[in-house]
């Protein structure tokens, strides 16, 4: 599931199935941060982790 980026380009939600926390920013920089930031977690997330040889 992409995180959802609403049209807004000044706010963003992002959330990790890991662990039920909504992160939310607003603000130009904010939101890069968060989406930066996000975009890292979901390298390291242990559940959107690549599951090699598994048909989701
Ligand atoms: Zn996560």
Redesign the pocket.
Known sequence: MAPPLFGAPTEATAW????KRVRTATGRTAVLRLVESHTH??T?????APQEGKAA
């Open positions: 990790c199935e890991c662990d977690h979901r390291l997330c242990p559940l959107l």
